[in-house]
């Protein structure tokens, strides 16, 4: 079983930056592909980011490409998402998700683990 736990997330203006944190409570964290979703309210959950086990290969929705950064460090077993140039149509419960395979996944039924969310507001 793995666990995931968001953190980063809160309220910023208009064309500020956040950095959100996914930790992860499992031992080979480093064979784990992960990614980033999104669910505002009223609409279905969406892909933001995905990265490969190694870091080595990185995807991302067209609507934050440039302004989204994903990353992770094995090490500490923690994924993050640098957010940039955020606008309030980026407000939403951003989830980590986590799948045991050396595949990019970009589709939220290819991941087997969710975290809670957190949440990001974007104001005008």
């Known amino acids: 079983q793995v666990q995931l736990v968001e953190s980063g997330g809160g309220l910023v203006q208009a064309g500020g930056s956040l950095r959100l944190s996914c930790t992860a409570s499992v031992r080979t964290f480093g064979s784990y592909a992960m990614g980033w979703f999104r669910q505002a309210p009223g609409k279905e959950r969406e892909f933001v980011a995905a990265i490969t086990w190694s870091g080595g290969v990185t995807r991302y929705a067209d609507s934050v490409k440039g302004r989204c950064t994903i990353s992770r460090d094995n090490a500490k077993k923690t994924v993050y998402l640098q957010m940039n140039s955020l606008k309030p149509e980026d407000t939403a419960v951003y989830y980590c998700?986590?799948?045991?395979?050396?595949?990019?996944?970009?589709?939220?039924?290819?991941?087997?683990?969710w975290g809670q969310g957190t949440q990001v507001t974007v104001s005008r």
């Open positions: 998700a986590a799948s045991n395979t050396i595949m990019l996944i970009t589709t939220d039924n290819g991941y087997e683990y």
